[in-house]
């Protein structure tokens, strides 16, 4: 066992390259590192099947969507421990979402020193100077290994070398300063891994997960059958016959009967959550985080359908896809839904139509103080044949139609005497219900990308209530919904004041 300060040195330089099947770095985990399985004690860390993979495939930025409790959290924990203390100077850090998780990875992290082979070495090479709920530092290496939570001032000021962001997709307040932040302070040829089981097709892994072709990030898929324990103990033909998804499953991927038996159990006892927390492939797990209250299907083929917009302006904030047929008037309606104007806070977004069939032509978005949300509405209105506006007047509204008398626009909708679209919990569910029915009928009519996506994130939470997924944001939703809803409602007074007219001539 080497305790020599000068032999550590020596190992870190290699750790990537290959003897046989192995990297250095796997021989040195396996050989010195212990865990704690579920089950027999302390064991010598042996790569299953996930980690082998991950091994393999990992680059200096990865991202990895995965089952739960396939080990990957563990192996990365074990490469960073490996890395910190054969290479000096080095900092690691892994970032958990809870206190809880924090101390459980720390656990890992400091089992693995305190159970190496050898104890001269941590009398050696290795002696720590400091050791607390959080950190190991190795003085004679001037390394350091921390485990912290993901707050906003998590490795602020550090200069990281190891960057491990563990359950991102459940990092408070949706996690994008914290990860920001992390990410500044990692230096070019350090290595970066964002971990995270799914939590919806909405938020920062999410997001990351999409774009990770255009970041430079791999892309890791672990899912659950990678875990050898998720399995009963049946006997032969008990679990048969197989549902055709079961069947689709099992060919597919070559599982056994004492797999399909263990997945039935846990979907039986997990429900909707378990396409989430045992994921089976990359698109479904996002999706299983909420039951989404538009179709899907309908959401696909307006996507497919969607063209793209003939004119964008102001760094796409306006983008126009049918320009205002000139020569008509009273044409178009424009749905607005209003907010602050933080950039921190929602979105204010006003969604175009075509009163006659409901077609979306133009969409507004962005972070608008309430004046300056007046003035772009007005100049669309303008644009869009002095275009009827119905802007919803909880909250910010008020402020939004005040502004919008003085810049002498006239054209505004009212209901029961009052300017202004109302929001309320007798509306919200009609107007949700209308445009889901629109986009099932008419799924061509809608073409914004930010709002499908926003469609796909708009789900019934535990109360029953449709809203935006946790991260998400359902501005264009709503917007969209109070133009289609005035749309509705307009069309039935013009059907009864026609009505009236052919009783008048009957008469």
Same mark, same amino acid.
């Given at each position: 066992?080497?305790? #020599?300060?000068?032999?550590?040195?020596?190992?870190?330089?290699?750790?990537?390259?290959?003897?046989?099947?192995?990297?250095?770095?796997?021989?040195l985990?396996?050989?010195?590192?212990?865990?704690?399985?579920?089950?027999?004690?302390?064991?010598?860390?042996?790569?299953?099947?996930?980690?082998?993979?991950?091994?393999?495939?990992?680059?200096?930025?990865?991202?990895?969507?995965?089952?739960?409790?396939?080990?990957?959290?563990?192996?990365?924990?074990?490469?960073?421990?490996?890395?910190?203390?054969?290479?000096?100077?080095?900092?690691?850090?892994?970032?958990?979402?809870?206190?809880?998780?924090?101390?459980?990875?720390?656990?890992?992290?400091?089992?693995?020193?305190?159970?190496?082979?050898?104890?001269?070495?941590?009398?050696?090479?290795?002696?720590? *100077?400091? *050791?607390?709920? *959080?950190?190991?530092v190795?003085?004679?290496?001037?390394?350091?290994?921390?485990?912290?939570?993901?707050?906003?001032?998590?490795?602020?000021?550090?200069?990281?070398?190891?960057?491990?962001?563990?359950?991102?997709s459940?990092?408070?307040?949706g996690?994008?300063?914290?990860?920001?932040?992390?990410?500044?302070?990692?230096?070019?040829?350090?290595?970066?891994?964002?971990?995270?089981?799914?939590?919806?097709a909405?938020?920062?892994?999410?997001?990351?997960?999409?774009? +990770?072709?255009?970041?430079?990030?791999?892309?890791?898929?672990?899912?659950?059958?990678?875990?050898? /324990?998720?399995?009963?103990?049946?006997?032969?033909?008990?679990?048969?016959?197989?549902?055709?998804?079961? /069947?689709?499953?099992?060919?597919?991927?070559?599982?056994?009967?004492?797999?399909?038996?263990?997945?039935?159990?846990?979907?039986?006892?997990?429900?909707?959550?378990?396409?989430?927390?045992h994921?089976?492939?990359?698109?479904?797990?996002f999706?299983?985080?909420?039951?989404?209250?538009?179709?899907?299907a309908?959401?696909?083929?307006?996507?497919?359908?969607?063209?793209?917009?003939?004119?964008?302006? #102001?760094?796409?904030?306006?983008?126009?896809?049918?320009?205002?047929?000139?020569?008509?008037?009273?044409?178009?309606?424009?749905?607005?839904d209003?907010?602050?104007?933080?950039?921190?806070?929602?979105?204010?977004?006003?969604?175009?139509?075509?009163?006659?069939?409901?077609?979306?032509?133009?969409?507004?978005?962005?972070?608008?103080?309430?004046?300056?949300?007046?003035?772009?509405?007005?100049?669309?209105?303008?644009?869009?044949?002095?275009?009827?506006?119905?802007?919803?007047?909880?909250?910010?509204?008020?402020?939004?139609?005040?502004?919008?008398?003085?810049?002498?626009?006239?054209n505004?909708?009212?209901?029961?005497?009052?300017?202004?679209?109302?929001?309320?919990?007798?509306?919200?569910?009609?107007?949700?219900?209308?445009?889901? +029915?629109?986009?099932?009928?008419?799924?061509?009519?809608?073409?914004?990308?930010?709002?499908?996506?926003?469609?796909?994130?708009?789900?019934?939470?535990?109360?029953?209530?449709?809203?935006?997924?946790?991260?998400?944001?359902?501005?264009?939703?709503m917007?969209?919904?109070?133009?289609?809803?005035?749309?509705?409602?307009?069309?039935?007074?013009?059907?009864?004041?026609?009505?009236?007219?052919?009783?008048?001539?009957?008469?």
């Open positions: 066992m080497w305790t #020599d300060l000068q032999l550590v040195e020596q190992l870190g330089p290699f750790l990537d390259q290959r003897m046989g099947e192995e990297t250095v770095r796997d021989i985990i396996r050989s010195l590192l212990k865990i704690r399985p579920k089950k027999d004690g302390l064991k010598y860390l042996k790569l299953n099947r996930a980690q082998r993979e991950y091994s393999q495939r990992c680059t200096q930025r990865n991202i990895v969507l995965k089952a739960r409790q396939v080990g990957i959290t563990t192996y990365i924990a074990a490469r960073f421990f490996i890395q910190t203390i054969t290479r000096p100077g080095t900092l690691t850090l892994q970032v958990a979402h809870t206190e809880e998780s924090a101390q459980a990875l720390f656990n890992i992290v400091h089992r693995f020193w305190q159970r190496l082979p050898n104890s001269r070495v941590q009398r050696g090479a290795l002696i720590k *100077s400091r *050791s607390n709920i *959080s950190q190991i190795f003085p004679k290496l001037d390394s350091e290994y921390r485990v912290v939570t993901a707050d906003e001032d998590a490795g602020r000021g550090m200069t990281i070398h190891n960057l491990h962001c563990s359950e991102i459940h990092w408070p307040r996690g994008l300063d914290t990860l920001a932040s992390l990410r500044a302070g990692v230096v070019p040829e350090g290595e970066i891994v964002l971990e995270s089981t799914a939590n919806g909405a938020g920062i892994f999410y997001e990351e997960w999409k774009k +990770a072709a255009e970041t430079g990030y791999t892309q890791h898929f672990f899912p659950w059958w990678y875990e050898a /324990s998720y399995k009963e103990d049946v006997k032969k033909g008990t679990v048969r016959p197989y549902t055709d998804e079961e /069947s689709e499953l099992a060919e597919r991927h070559g599982l056994t009967e004492k797999q399909i038996a263990w997945r039935r159990t846990r979907w039986q006892v997990m429900r909707g959550r378990a396409p989430q927390e994921a089976e492939d990359a698109v479904s797990c999706l299983a985080s909420g039951e989404c209250v538009f179709d899907t309908a959401i696909e083929q307006a996507a497919a359908r969607a063209g793209k917009a003939s004119e964008s302006q #102001d760094n796409g904030r306006l983008q126009i896809w049918f320009p205002p047929n000139r020569g008509g008037q009273w044409q178009y309606i424009i749905g607005v209003t907010a602050g104007g933080g950039t921190e806070g929602d979105y204010s977004c006003a969604q175009v139509i075509e009163r006659r069939m409901g077609l979306q032509c133009a969409e507004l978005h962005g972070h608008f103080p309430p004046y300056e949300l007046a003035q772009r509405v007005v100049s669309l209105g303008r644009l869009y044949e002095n275009a009827l506006v119905a802007v919803e007047r909880n909250n910010h509204g008020y402020g939004v139609l005040a502004h919008l008398k003085d810049l002498h626009y006239e505004l909708y009212e209901s029961g005497g009052q300017e202004g679209w109302l929001t309320s919990v007798v509306t919200r569910p009609a107007m949700i219900e209308n445009l889901a +029915a629109v986009l099932i009928a008419q799924p061509e009519l809608f073409h914004s990308p930010r709002l499908l996506g926003e469609l796909k994130t708009f789900v019934r939470h535990a109360d029953g209530h449709g809203g935006a997924a946790e991260g998400a944001h359902d501005d264009c939703v917007a969209m919904a109070i133009a289609l809803s005035v749309r509705r409602e307009d069309a039935g007074r013009v059907r009864r004041r026609d009505l009236g007219m052919a009783s008048l001539s009957v008469g």
